[in-house]
């Protein structure tokens, strides 16, 4: 039976010359770029959306990279692409990647593109968006780029904005959630909340321009997780624009269990750092502010100082660093289970931004003493 998410998609025809050289500058070619491994929970909610774009189904080529999935992940894509070609939607292809990482996937992905291929869109597997995304995505970015061009800047690409997950979550996923979008946890990164259209060092999900990864090389392999970052970065160097954006939005399934969070705080803090020893001037001191807390803790507690007034008298000193951010962590759980109406906030954001905080800097410091390797979690 046909998914009834297929018949948003239109059927565009070519027409006259004329008419079919000014629809190609109003809907350039877009490839979707989705690297997968072991993505059989989310990946059929994602590609469904991707092809139900209301973008001319003649003018988006969807690829799927898979790294050797064995859960049942091809077979999805194998079928999606069946119906989408029966239904007139997108080319969906499906690709080997024997290296397995995204990194990799992306280069591959890169390099079998046609020629005609204009704009590059970076999924991944257990992302899902509005069918519109497409649309409001490649129109934002062309309004940018004439405004670009006029002021002799090179336009990279536009990320977007990452929304909460929509599925059933249990408590820890609940939690997870709330975690990320707080400013503590999410910093000036992918899951940063922002409104408009501003400029980014990190734009979450970019659609990029393709001669301007054609221009830096693509990924660096080495990279397995920062990928991205270090990708936009060498686009800097070389004179390129990144922005992000809130015309659309994506939703993106996440950890869901305790385990799988303190592995994603590991793994990005060591990764994070591995970026930062090719690229220092991408540090910020907040990445770091956990670090400096404990060392400034141990330096007072070194000192034997007492702390004498507002009624209290030889407290120790040392006490004052942990005890305030015991309290800033109290009432950012606080303000998110009133804001949020979860009472369970009131224990959950504190714990979790605790373990945020501990196991990304960890991995801060495991990233400077230790070769990098495969990560084992997924989105649970």
């Not at 670009?148 to 690409?157: I, P, W």
């Not at 990764?271 to 141990?298: D, V, Y």
């Amino acid at each position: 039976m046909m998914n009834p998410a297929y018949r948003s998609v239109t059927i565009f025809t070519t027409g006259p010359p004329a008419a079919s050289a000014k629809r190609m500058v109003e809907h350039p070619l877009v490839a979707t770029v989705i690297p997968v491994w072991q993505e059989v929970d989310h990946l059929e909610r994602c590609l469904a959306s991707f092809i139900a774009q209301d973008w001319p189904a003649d003018r988006h080529l969807i690829q799927v990279v898979d790294g050797g999935s064995s859960d049942g992940t091809r077979d999805i894509v194998k079928r999606l692409a069946a119906e989408s070609e029966a239904a007139g939607g997108p080319r969906v292809v499906l690709l080997d990647n024997p290296d397995r990482f995204v990194p990799h996937a992306r280069n591959q992905s890169l390099a079998s593109l046609p020629d005609e291929v204009e704009l590059v869109l970076e999924m991944i597997g257990h992302v899902w968006v509005p069918v519109n995304h497409l649309s409001q995505r490649v129109a934002d970015l062309l309004d940018l780029e004439s405004e670009s061009k006029k002021e002799g800047r090179r336009l990279a690409g536009i990320g977007t904005l990452v929304r909460e997950s929509d599925e059933n979550l249990g408590l820890v996923g609940r939690w997870v959630e709330a975690t990320l979008q707080n400013p503590m946890a999410s910093g000036r990164g992918q899951f940063a909340q922002f409104r408009g259209r501003e400029r980014t060092h990190v734009p979450p999900f970019t659609l990029y321009r393709r001669g301007a990864l054609d221009e830096v090389g693509g990924w660096d392999e080495r990279f397995i997780t920062t990928q991205d970052s270090e990708l936009n970065h060498r686009l800097e160097q070389s004179g390129w624009e990144l922005w992000r954006s809130d015309v659309s939005y994506c939703r993106m399934a996440k950890r869901t269990t305790m385990g799988g969070w303190l592995k994603f705080g590991h793994r990005y803090g060591f990764w994070r750092m591995k970026h930062l020893r090719l690229a220092p001037r991408r540090a910020s001191l907040l990445e770091f502010l956990p670090w400096i807390g404990l060392l400034t803790t141990l330096f007072l507690c070194c000192t034997g100082l007492k702390f004498t007034g507002l009624g209290l008298t030889d407290v120790p000193i040392w006490l004052i660093p942990p005890l305030t951010y015991a309290v800033v962590l109290a009432l950012h759980g606080l303000f998110e289970s009133i804001t949020r109406q979860q009472p369970t906030l009131l224990l959950g954001m504190p714990l979790m931004l605790f373990l945020l905080h501990t196991t990304f800097s960890v991995g801060l410091l495991d990233g400077l003493i230790r070769k990098g390797r495969a990560p084992k979690d997924r989105v649970n």
